[in-house]
């Protein structure tokens, strides 16, 4: 992992840009006279890690007393995307205008992505559980359909928060069911892209024990700033 460039907020956080490999990331460290905790912090769909409304709830997050780190891994962000990946975004924003089926479409368009970007997510923690500022256990927040695969596959995320899931691949949706940690869900009941039934039905297929929804009125940008507070406090609880 190679620093390439770093500054001290005003609430005196610690904004450090990354690489490793080809791999891009962000880690934003509190001040703290021991390891903080890490959450891993995921936008939608391959949306970039400089994303405003990320880049505010990481800061905001590592404020809190957490270590927060984002990626921007295979064909997500900045990274080079593969034409079909691009023809598939085209699709699915024409049939989502239109009101046709989309499921075909996302899934050739989503599920590849998470293929792609769980290893690289892994590769990221490894790297990062090294640094001494950082201790875990480690949470995961942010989209859905990666989180799922993590949480399946990867045993040192011990909690973790999903935004909608309406639109998950079916994939994931089996997975659901293996994932067995904390989990706190959000969902915005006006989303006019994610379909409210189809993620009340991902919510009762996780196999988790301790399970929360979250639910505001308002479409998908309109989730109330106090649920990052929430957020935080739920973290608080599973990883410090």
Known sequence: MHFTSEQRLDDGVLEREFTLGEIPGTLWTPESAVPAPLILMAHNNGLPKAEPRLVARARLTAAYGFA????????????????????????????????EPVDEIFESLVGPLVENAVPEWQTAL????????????????????????????????????????GYVPLAQREEAR???????????????????????????????????????????????????????????????
């Open 178 to 240: 293996q994932v067995t940690i904390p989990l706190l869900i959000l969902l915005q009941w006006d989303d006019e892209g994610n379909p409210r039934q189809r993620a009340l039905d991902l919510f009762d297929a996780f196999g988790s024990k301790e399970k929360t929804l979250h639910a505001n009125l308002g479409g998908h940008l309109g989730t109330p700033s106090f649920e990052r507070e929430d957020g935080d406090r739920f973290f608080g609880r599973h990883l410090k």
């Open 68 to 99: 927060v780190a984002t990626i921007d891994a295979a064909g997500c962000g900045e990274r080079p995307r593969s034409a079909a990946a691009e023809q598939a975004r085209a699709d699915l924003r024409r049939a989502m205008q239109a009101g």
């Open 126 to 165: 490894d790297a990062l559980l090294e640094l001494p500022e950082i201790g875990g256990p480690v949470g995961y927040s942010g989209w859905t359909a990666l989180g799922i695969r993590l949480a399946a596959v990867e045993p040192r995320i011990a909690a973790a928060g999903f935004f909608a899931g």
